[in-house]
T-cell receptor
């Protein structure tokens, strides 16, 4: 039982390049989300999904796309990377059936855009 | 406009003493509050939570206090241990958005 797995752990991109951050979970959690962590800003919600085929925007969605074709996977796509997207990205899930269950986080992807 | 604020970026305490981490919020719609702990190169892990209908929740060495009238919550760790050294994030749940709003974090260092 791996929990929430994020790949890659580190990535360096040039401005304008595209890439996909992967998030996979084996806990059968319906809710999945992406946060970014920046110094002095805490964690901010980018996009989230309450189940396969359903996604919605969070606090800072611009420049990011998501899709949810399966319960297990929730990839985050950067179509044209910008230096402002340099950050640490966390995927998080919530276990179903219990009100106010806490988020389970992956170990993060550190992205640098030059 | 930060709705959840942790005004102390860092805190240093001696082993065995009490650590008090503070958090203020502005949105009266928040109905649930959580504290997360984060070690370097790892994701945040859940520590303790409190519902807005309570004023205290205790779990071992960790106690969270909520003062709704002041829109303030605090996390008490007693006794503090060197393994508690980490960044602590306060988070609040907005029931209408299915999302957590996080503070900017407080780095706690417990000196042996």
């Amino acid at each position: 039982n791996a929990g929430v797995t994020q790949t890659p752990k580190f990535q360096v991109l040039k401005t304008g390049q595209s890439m996909t951050l992967q998030c996979a979970q084996d806990m059968n959690h319906e809710y999945m989300s992406w946060y970014r962590q920046d110094p002095g800003m805490g964690l901010r919600l980018i996009h989230y999904s309450v189940g396969a085929g359903i996604t919605d925007q969070g606090e800072v969605p611009n420049g990011y796309n998501v899709s949810r074709s399966t319960t297990e996977d929730f990839p985050l796509r950067l179509l044209s990377a910008a230096p402002s997207q340099t950050s640490v990205y966390f995927c998080a899930t919530i276990s179903p059936g219990k009100t106010n269950s806490p988020l389970h986080f992956g170990n993060g992807t550190r992205l640098t855009v030059t | 406009d930060q709705q959840v604020k942790q005004n102390s970026p860092s805190l240093s305490v001696q082993e065995g003493r009490i650590s008090i981490l503070n958090c203020d919020y502005t949105n009266s719609m928040f109905d649930y509050f959580l504290w997360y702990k984060k070690y370097p190169a790892e994701g945040p892990t859940f520590l303790i939570s409190i519902s807005s209908i309570k004023d205290k929740n205790e779990d071992g060495r960790f106690t969270v206090f909520l003062n709704k009238s002041a829109k303030h919550l605090s996390l008490h760790i007693v006794p503090s241990q060197p393994g508690d050294s980490a960044v602590y994030f306060c988070a609040a749940n907005n029931p209408g958005r299915r999302a957590l709003t996080f503070g900017s974090g407080t780095r706690l260092q417990v000196q042996p």
